[in-house]
């Protein structure tokens, strides 16, 4: 699953990118995607974010508000804007996990899922895209691995009717 995170504030132009902040829509549409993730019995078995402040900060109330109780994991490569950043941490998932959640940035985030499914995808804040890969081990994963879009659910949506907060 690969999430983007929730709305950031914009308050202080002089807070750097890395350490902007969520803003109030942005914790609660995070709250919101941690209970569907609860409610669709998608919880991680991991969880690995972007260093990035408002990344870190969309995991952790996921993790909290889905029921996630093992260790988030942290990755500066999900910070970055290179597509093969995002395939060395997915080579580097431990097999024994077989729903992982990896939260990270626009851009990338859609070149990263066009890459993989073969077609683009909107990521709006807080958006999940559900994919199903076909790999026995996290090793074999490439972008031309075979794969299918489950989902694609943006938080906002949600709380507009679709999930029962």
Not at 113 to 136: N, P, Q, V
Request: net charge positive; glycine share 4%; proline share 4%.
């Amino acid at each position: 699953m690969l999430l983007r995170h929730a709305k950031s504030s914009w308050d202080d132009p002089e807070v750097q990118d890395h350490e902007r902040p969520l803003n109030k829509r942005g914790k609660q549409n995070a709250i919101t995607m941690g209970k569907y993730l609860k409610r669709e019995r998608l919880v991680p078995d991991l969880i690995i974010s972007s260093t990035a402040k408002r990344a870190n900060k969309t995991a952790n109330i996921i993790a909290k508000t889905s029921g996630y109780e093992k260790k988030m994991l942290e990755s500066e490569m999900l910070y970055s804007a290179i597509p093969e950043n995002y395939k060395k941490v997915i080579n580097e998932i431990p097999d024994k996990n077989n729903k992982v959640l990896l939260v990270g940035h626009n851009p990338i985030l859609e070149e990263v899922i066009a890459r993989i499914l073969g077609e683009s995808r909107i990521m709006k804040t807080c958006s999940l895209a559900h994919i199903e890969l076909s790999l026995d081990s996290w090793k074999q994963f490439s972008f031309n691995t075979k794969s299918k879009l489950i989902d694609l659910v943006v938080a906002r949506e949600l709380e507009e009717g679709i999930i029962d907060n």
